[in-house]
């Protein structure tokens, strides 16, 4: 079925091909109806064959579901007139899907607009299926924790809807009215009608994809500027807290712990960064307090837009803007990263050791907010968190040994993994792209961002001969 929605989807950006008179509208057109036949046939061969749910099952199907999906993404980047090989083809669709934001393109202000469109829409779409991913498959699956479901919703005893139906109209609603206000509000600010509506997309899926070379930096407007900033905070809020405060008006559902740390380390950050841009460019205390709001939310949430290159904003903030690549929004959002609930799971469990040192005797809690946190739960986190650092390492070491040096290969393995987009220096950074990376570099990448939307454990699972075991 999600190839078949895919399919579908590509009639938008044919029609806007073909009423730009642009040729192009015969790929979108001939790939919709392959990929649509193709999804129809297997339908119906399949139809009346319901395989028992499992784990296991689910392990696979969520694998199997991203890479159709980045497959199939993939299919009018590599035939549109842009000339894109089969690997620029994928990364740019695994990087759309996953709404990591990092693109192989240049030249986006002359692109075709089909194509702009494109990379959008698998974007938006994307983030539909990372919070659904996030609130409904992996609790089931153990990795994210149906007890975190239950934690965002200040509800421990059952979910915060009963009927499935009812969350995800009330979900769809949200996000859909969401995306149509930003896009109102980006018009109304200045960006025209097409700039608007492809930025309001990839704003709220927190992917970053923009219309322009120069990202968000092609617009000026402070209000334009605060107007993403809002938006990107909000796409990184958890989804059912959201809809429990909009459809249920569950005031107490805000006061989840990981929106208060979330919250905290976008504030921190900004104003660390706003102060040294102002001691050290002589800029306006408003003007850099706007630019480094944006930018520290856009990484934390792992948007990816830049609204300048930070890179030249000296050594403390890249080092703050690389530290904040790992952390990620909440869960159950659109944004990457390890996320805001982990980090305070991490925290209360410090603590808590550190107690126990003091006083051996005592018994010290590991708790999200008012809630004790289960120690399959602490061992699930911890176990993320190895596997989150390690795979950085070696991904960076394998992105070395294809040549990079040594802080493109560092800052292109995290932001891939985390699906921010931009890294740090001037191949990759908010600058630059990644077309100049060779295939085997790229490929790297396409890996590490799969592995990051899909939450490591989901796919390295599959790695273990114990899992293929009757």
Not at 212 to 241: E, N, R
Not at 336 to 342: D, E, L, V
Not at 464 to 470: D, G, I
Request: proline share 4%.
């Amino acid at each position: 079925m999600a190839g078949l929605y895919l399919s579908l989807a590509m009639l938008a950006p044919a029609a806007v091909d073909f009423y730009f008179g642009n040729p192009d509208w015969q790929v979108f057109a001939v790939s919709s109806f392959a990929v649509g036949a193709i999804c129809l046939a297997s339908a119906a061969a399949n139809r009346g064959i319901n395989a028992p749910f499992s784990r296991r099952l689910g392990f696979l199907v969520v694998n199997l579901l991203w890479i159709t999906l980045s497959v199939t993404g993939a299919i009018p980047f590599y035939l549109a007139s842009l000339g894109l090989d089969m690997a620029d083809a994928l990364f740019e669709s695994v990087s759309a899907v996953t709404t990591t934001g990092a693109t192989v393109i240049s030249g986006l202000d002359s692109a075709p607009p089909g194509l702009l469109l494109w990379r959008s829409l698998l974007q938006w779409i994307g983030g539909i299926g990372i919070v659904a991913l996030g609130l409904l498959v992996l609790p089931y699956l153990k990795v994210g924790g149906f007890t975190v479901f239950k934690m965002e919703s200040s509800d421990t005893s059952e979910k915060p809807f009963a009927r499935f139906a009812v969350f995800v109209r009330a979900f769809f609603a949200i996000y859909i009215g969401l995306t149509l206000t930003c896009a109102i509000l980006y018009r109304v600010l200045g960006m025209s009608d097409f700039d608007a509506l492809n930025h309001a997309m990839t704003t709220m899926a927190t992917g970053g994809f923009s219309t322009h070379d120069a990202s968000f930096g092609a617009f000026t407007s402070p209000g334009l500027i605060w107007t993403g900033t809002v938006f990107m905070a909000i796409a990184g809020l958890p989804f059912s807290v959201l809809i429990l405060f909009a459809v249920r008006g569950r005031l107490d559902a805000l006061r989840d712990p990981q929106i208060f740390a979330y919250g905290g380390i976008l504030l921190v950050l900004s104003i660390v960064i706003a102060l040294s841009l102002r001691l050290s460019h002589d800029e306006s205390f408003g003007m850099a307090l706007t630019h480094a709001t944006f930018n520290v939310v856009s990484v934390v949430t792992t948007t990816g837009y830049a609204s300048s290159d930070y890179t030249l904003w000296g050594p403390l903030t890249v080092a703050i803007l690389l530290v904040a690549t790992f952390l990620g929004g909440c869960s159950g959002s659109t944004s990457g990263g390890i996320k805001a609930y982990r980090l305070v799971i991490i925290a209360s469990s410090i603590r808590s050791g550190l107690m126990r040192l003091i006083y051996p005797n005592s018994v010290r809690p590991v708790r999200y907010g008012s809630v004790a946190v289960e120690p399959d739960m602490q061992r699930t986190v911890f176990l993320f968190v190895c596997a989150y650092i390690g795979i950085w390492a070696l991904g960076s070491i394998a992105l070395a040994a294809t040549g990079l040096d040594i802080e493109t290969a560092l800052s292109g393995s995290i932001t891939a993994l985390a699906n921010v987009g931009p890294g740090i220096g001037p191949i990759i950074g908010p600058s630059g792209n990644f077309s100049s990376l060779g295939d085997p570099a790229k490929l790297i990448l396409v890996f590490l961002m799969l592995l990051g939307r899909l939450e490591i454990l989901v796919v390295l699972v599959l790695l273990l001969p114990a899992f293929w075991r009757e």
